[in-house]
């Protein structure tokens, strides 16, 4: 009864699904939006209304109520980089429709369901395998994504302390700045890190894009051999520059695709009327050399 | 439409016929005639709001017209914008100042005719050359082809707006009012400049209030009133006062009200008042019910003084008082050691008024309507509640609108930029009424001004003064200045230099004293 | 001087004909009446082609959506008015919530409010003070007044704080029957509002210093007094708005409200005011509130396609401004 | 009100009675001296207190980090000039950048990449238009250009692109000796771009525009004419930026650039523009960007934390304009 293949039956066996996304301004996040409608397309009875709130917590909320205006059987909120919207989850629930969060956990409020990683495991999975590589010790660089107040962020910089620390010759150093978890803002980051730490031996950014840009600033300094990278998320040019082998050697895996469908599936079910677990932690597989096939080919993103 | 039968008089440069201008419905030109042959200064007079720039403009290609014909050289011609205009040799300048007020004099006579170096870049050595050349030239040497437009004296702009118009030499130029912030040998020039260009065979149309110099200069004299030509004649066959009948369409029996006498108190005092740079030790007094003139020629520091005892600015040293009572609406102002008032709010709570020179920058809040800006003075002492007591204030708004005869009679709603000239200047002059001054400084009232209510003016300070009001009347107009006042006090290079009255000294001496000629 | 070709500065002396370029019927198009043929031209069309649009929830939906915005933009126009800007305002209504939301387990709840909305006037003083009195480019002060407030709402908390406090959601959710009381307050700021910019002696100063702040100086008007007032104003609103949508979202984040100065902006200037001053109506950039809120409503009830949506949200501005500059005398 | 600091352009004459407010030692300080010591003191104390600061490394990174601002800050300045004002920019980046890397595996790469420039062309043709031909408020026409243009670039590529053409990451990473390519190109177009200003007839015009446009207008100029090309020029600064930044970063993301138009504008007027128009220089608004940067990179350097910095970012910009306007003589 919990398998989501055949569809939940509704009253007429379709149903309306909305999307309330806080941004759709990062791969990340337009590959959840996408994964979600293709689950509902594979479903063929659901239809999906899809919103995006361009980073703007009232227009979320103002979505949101659009959505129940529109009167959806169900809403997935993908809300990430937001850290809570209570009144909006009140306003659903007042509404009497469930609601999935996808990704992100909000802090406050109450939800349906929750699909997501666990970010302080993925950390603390990257970290161990840094302490591995730098076993006769080194400086290690930090780049968040920011701003402050993101949860996911502090748990996987968190993870990575948590691992390398007190672990001998380990030197943690956090960028001051915040790579915003864009590319650009990774390189830029990295630079004047690099500006004021020649001796690093390896980054950590909170996410692939962010480790992406580093790589650039890495190489522009010369310092690919010196220097290696471990992001999150297994962002498509991620995998590829660890299958290929350059100083990119790990991530941590957190697929959109994998959350999203789950997502969908999650919602239809309780449309169904099925009990489900109130949180669903996915897997977040370590992403290497070995393995960075496996995981490209059905890389949507 | 005005169907001219056959071509136009051979000779002729330009002809206007049946010209007419409508804006939103409203007629302002009906049918308009006017021709000039090369050679010619063509005057254009009326009365303020009588259409002479709005005639100008469609001439100069910046309005259309909405009816009528324009011939130039035989040739039925319509410039559509100001760029036509040029092309066919007419060149304006216009009533209002129109200099990008942050480039340089040069610039602002080459826009669009820069010397070039082979490579396609201005040559700017070159370019300040030929401006200098080309003020000297039209005799406005004085003015610095290097210094910044914006902060020329308005006078000074006024010589770069003429010299922008004579940087090629055209077939037709147009002046607006040229001579209204022009004085003493600026004047000259001015004048000087016309008539090289007339011998050279330019037609010239020329815009001026100022009669006497209109009959001086004018080969013939068009009269426009509301709309319409009333007389088309030349100086040997008219009068100013004919004119100003003509103009005003009754008779106007004496210029200047007759002298008042036995003045009260002192009502401003200056006392040692210096700013660097702009006025030294400057001093006099006002009394009650005393109208005193100031002269000087442009740059003589008159504005500037003016500015300071308003508060508008600060001075160095010396006092302001205004009242019998020593100093006790002023302050102590700390940062110069002046006792003057700190800012205009003091000045006017003290009774002082001041009407500037520069009624566009200084004067109005353009798109304000004309109620609005009356009423700027008075905003915070007409409130009921806190809130602005809107009937009260509307009503004495509008019977001074209806006093000082600013037309059209229905402007109270419009926005005061839609006014004539010398209209905008009687809504500042009102604005400044409605505030109920005890001394009203006036910084060139009359600029731009026609003769009938240039007389109402007078009349009007005449009546305040009789009521006890101390005025002092700052003004380029030498007959003005010994017709309008009691007293004289002439400036030169930042300091008075004579104190005369005004019966009994003549033009000559006043113009003396203020190039340092007389003893 | 501006040297725009739109609607910028004083109007040129030369004035062609003042026709107007829109006329119905042989009638000539005012502002106003275009305007509002517009705004009522964009709800019958929703009314029309969808069905979710006239249902209360959606019509509360709107009410709501306004709230925000609708605050914002006042304190902006009356900025504007001066011939300003206030880039500042999202910044402030992230410090007022967070601030709100810090204060409410310690302190009573009107006082937290009361705190958040004084630090909004406090930021607007500073950077009035900063326009008028050290006369620094409005532009620039208010763009750097964003990036220190933004800092201080960091520096002040970290992370969002969600209140327990259960009377802390009171204000973002209550209703007066179908309205909620949000847009009540935002109604009563605009009406206010209105009252003070066309009936008091300081609305109508601010006004004259829009469009020419000298000649109000020579009038005896302290133009100093008034530009840092209008500042004062839009950091209140600013304020307001940060404790309401605190209020409303349940949450404070010092992350919020990133681009809100560029909403509320152009609805002054979809209501018709000019951005160099002078020229602006309260209930004009009501009615610019209403077109974008509509424009967003509109969007998401015909289900268009996210980043289709901004595309279209542009080119809607464009058209609305376009139809509103249409419908102005020519200058 | 200071005419152009161009080195070439027409001096202003240095007149009587109007003395700048600060002096030292009897001499007037003037912008350029004013700003120029500004920028060696803020040099001089980063030299001084930072080891990091006269690395190479880091002198580099400030080259490089210099780039894409300054690219749009020059673009900007030519609209600002005329009295508008480009707030696409950061959406144009985002969308040459992506456009570019999306052809780059079909057409030869500096194809690719004048496709890309010619796109910010494009869309600055569009604003100029709006603005010049429909006389609509440029702030808002380019508001709503941000939203249209970031909306094309999600269309174009929800995802980041990231070409495998090696040669792509060329442009943005080559050196010439110790100096990045990306900054000799930008020098380049300061260069050529100031001198377009101050010793070109149209340059001039745009100047003059911004002054008064009215004037320009009776003068016989083509007004609109010059400022679409004032916002083409600017499309264009911002397409290259787009392509340099996508080059560097390696990857060309939709969703970057947000927000950049906010440090070109403040590039600018730190640099001594006035948003009214009409004045302003290439070399002061390098000088803005140079402060900026400086700004940045010393916060960095001293390990600043992320809010600090931006707290302190807002103050020391109000401190570089106030000390700005200070040695600016009085109107
Ligand atoms: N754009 C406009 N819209 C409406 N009315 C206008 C406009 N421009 C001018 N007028 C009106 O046209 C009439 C003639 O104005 P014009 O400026 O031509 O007068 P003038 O003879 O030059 O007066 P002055 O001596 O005061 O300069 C006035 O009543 C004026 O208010
Ligand atoms: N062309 C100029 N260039 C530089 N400074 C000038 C120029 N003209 C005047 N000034 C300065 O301005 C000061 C005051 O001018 P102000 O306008 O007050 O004189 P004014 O007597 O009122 O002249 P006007 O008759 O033009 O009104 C002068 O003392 C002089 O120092
Ligand atoms: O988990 C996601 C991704 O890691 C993304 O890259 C940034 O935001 C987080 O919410
Ligand atoms: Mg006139
Ligand atoms: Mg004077």
């Not at chain 2, 011609?77 to 209002?96: F, K, M």
Request: charged residues 20%; proline residues 4%; glycine residues 12%.
């Amino acid at each position: 009864a919990c398998s989501g293949d055949d569809g939940g039956s509704g009253d007429d066996g379709s149903y309306t699904v909305g999307v309330a996304n806080f941004t759709l301004g990062g791969p990340y996040f337009s590959g959840m939006d996408k994964a979600i409608a293709a689950q509902a397309a594979k479903k063929g009875n659901v239809e999906i209304v899809s919103t995006d709130a361009n980073g703007d917590a009232a227009k979320l909320a103002a979505n949101v109520e659009d959505l129940l205006s529109k009167n959806v059987d169900a809403i997935i909120i993908s809300g990430g980089p937001l850290e809570s919207a209570p009144a909006v989850l009140n306003s659903i629930k007042a509404a009497g429709k469930p609601v999935v969060l996808v990704d992100r956990k909000f802090a406050t409020g109450e939800y349906t369901s929750w699909i997501g990683p666990d970010n302080e495991a993925i950390g603390r999975q990257n970290g161990e395998f840094l302490a591995q590589r730098l076993a006769s010790g080194g400086k290690v660089g930090i780049i968040k994504g920011g701003p402050a107040d993101n949860s996911i962020g502090l748990a996987r910089t968190n993870g990575v302390k948590a691992a390398l620390q007190g672990k001998p010759g380990i030197v943690l150093v956090e960028a001051p700045d915040f790579g915003g978890w864009s590319s650009d803002g990774g390189l830029t980051v990295m630079e004047s890190l690099l500006a004021t730490n020649a001796d690093l031996k390896a980054v950590f950014c909170e996410n692939d894009a962010m480790c992406l840009g580093a790589q650039r600033a890495v190489a522009d300094a010369g310092k690919a051999q010196q220097i290696v990278i471990a992001g999150v998320d297994g962002q498509a040019e991620a995998l590829k520059a660890i299958l290929d082998g350059t100083n990119y050697l790990v991530t941590g895996l957190n697929d959109a695709d994998i959350i999203g469908s789950m997502g969908l599936d999650r919602a239809v079910e309780i449309l169904g009327g099925a009990s489900v677990d109130k949180d669903t932690v996915v897997d977040s597989p370590r992403v290497t050399k070995d393995n960075a096939a496996q995981f490209l080919k059905d890389g949507e993103f | 439409m005005t169907v001219a039968a056959g071509s136009p008089r051979a000779g002729n440069v330009l002809e206007l016929r049946g010209v007419r201008k409508e804006f939103g419905g409203v007629p302002v030109l009906h049918g308009v005639d006017l021709v000039g042959r090369p050679g010619e200064v063509v005057a254009v007079v009326g009365a303020n709001g009588a259409g002479k720039s709005t005639l100008i403009k469609i001439l100069a290609g910046a309005l259309p017209m909405s009816g009528g014909e324009m011939w130039l050289d035989g040739a039925r011609v319509e410039p559509r914008s100001p760029h036509d205009a040029h092309d066919l040799g007419i060149r304006t300048v216009y009533q209002e100042l129109t200099l990008v007020p942050e480039l340089t004099v040069t610039e602002n006579l080459l826009l669009g005719n820069f010397p070039r170096r082979r490579t396609g870049l201005i040559d700017w050595p070159a370019a300040h050359a030929k401006a200098g050349r080309l003020l000297a030239e039209i005799g406005f040497g004085a003015v610095h082809p290097r210094a910044i437009a914006g902060r020329l004296t308005v006078a000074r702009q006024q010589m770069v707006e003429i010299a922008k118009a004579l940087v090629s030499e055209p077939r037709v130029l147009v002046l607006d009012e040229p001579s209204a912030v022009l004085a003493g040998t600026d004047l000259d020039s001015l004048f000087g400049l016309i008539r090289r260009l007339r011998d050279r065979g330019v037609l010239v149309i020329y815009v001026s209030h100022r009669l006497a110099e209109v009959l001086d200069l004018a080969t013939s004299i068009v009269v426009i009133k509301d709309g319409r030509v009333v007389t088309t004649t030349e100086p040997a066959r008219t009068s100013e006062d004919e004119l100003i009948r003509l103009m005003a369409g009754r008779r106007l029996e004496r210029i200047y009200p007759a002298r008042r006498t036995g003045f009260g108190e002192p009502r401003l005092r200056v006392t040692g008042l210096s700013r660097p740079g702009e006025f030294t030790d400057v001093s006099f007094t006002v009394r009650a019910g005393e109208i005193v003139g100031m002269f000087g020629l442009v740059g003589s520091g008159r504005s500037e003084l003016a500015r300071c005892v308003f508060g508008a600015e600060p001075a160095s040293t010396g006092e302001v008082r205004v009242g019998t009572e020593s100093g006790s609406d002023t302050e102590q102002s700390g940062r110069t050691g002046a006792t003057t008032f700190r800012s205009p709010t003091q000045a006017i709570t003290a009774g002082l008024a001041l009407v500037t020179e520069d009624r566009k920058r200084t004067g109005l809040v353009p798109e304000l309507t004309v109620r609005d800006n009356i009423g700027l003075t008075t905003l915070y002492s007409t409130t009921r509640a806190g809130l602005l007591d809107v009937p009260r204030h509307r009503r004495a708004v509008d019977d001074l609108i209806a006093r000082l005869d600013i037309r059209p009679a229905h402007c109270a709603t419009m926005p005061v930029v839609r006014l004539s000239g010398g209209n905008q200047q009687k809504a500042v002059l009102a604005k400044w009424l409605l505030a109920g001054p005890r001394v009203l400084i006036l910084d060139e009232p009359t600029r731009g001004v026609d003769m009938a209510t240039r007389m109402s003016i007078y009349q009007m300070v005449d009546d305040l003064a009789r009521d006890g009001l101390a005025v002092l009347l700052i003004s380029s107009d030498l007959t003005e200045v010994l017709g309008a006042t009691d007293r004289v006090l002439v400036m030169r290079e930042g300091r008075i230099t004579a104190d005369l009255d005004a019966e009994h000294t003549t033009e000559d001496e006043v113009l003396g004293y203020s190039i340092g000629r007389a003893g | 001087m501006t040297g725009q070709l739109t609607d910028a500065g004083p109007e040129p002396a030369v004035e062609p004909g003042r026709r107007n370029r829109l006329t119905v019927a042989g009638r000539p198009v005012t502002v106003e009446t275009g305007f509002l043929t517009l705004v009522v031209l964009a709800l019958a069309v929703a009314a029309l082609t969808s069905d979710a649009f006239l249902t209360q929830t959606n019509l509360t939906n709107l009410l709501k959506q306004m709230v925000t915005t609708g605050l914002l933009a006042f304190g902006m126009l009356v900025v504007i008015l001066t011939g300003g800007i206030d880039l500042s305002v999202g910044s402030v209504v992230a410090f007022a919530g967070i601030v709100t939301a810090g204060l409410v387990s310690g302190l009573p709840l009107p006082l937290a409010m009361a705190v958040g909305i004084a630090s909004g006037i406090a930021f607007g003083l500073v950077n009035g003070i900063l326009v008028a009195r050290f006369e620094l480019a409005p532009f620039v002060v208010t763009l750097a007044a964003l990036t220190t407030i933004r800092g201080l709402a960091f520096v002040y908390s970290e992370v969002p704080i969600a209140p327990e406090h259960p009377d802390f959601f009171w204000l973002g959710s209550a209703m007066l029957g179908p309205i909620p009381l949000t847009t009540v307050i935002m109604a009563l700021v605009f009406l206010a509002g209105g009252l003070f910019l066309s009936r008091t002696p300081a609305g109508r100063s601010i006004i004259a210093i829009g469009g020419n702040a000298e000649t109000v100086r020579l009038a005896g008007i302290n133009v100093r007094r008034h530009v840092v007032l209008a500042y004062a104003i839009s950091g209140a609103c600013a304020g307001l708005a940060g404790v309401i949508l605190a209020s409303r979202v349940g949450i404070a984040q010092p992350s919020v409200g990133v681009a809100f100065e560029l909403d509320a902006i152009a609805a002054c200037v979809i209501g018709g005011a000019s951005l160099a001053g002078g020229r602006g109506t309260a209930r004009g950039t009501l009615g610019g509130v209403l077109i974008l809120v509509l424009i967003n409503n509109l969007l998401n009830l015909y289900d268009v396609q996210s980043f289709w949506q901004q595309v279209l949200k542009g080119v809607v501005i464009v058209v609305v401004i376009g139809v509103q500059r249409a419908s102005r005398p020519r200058a």
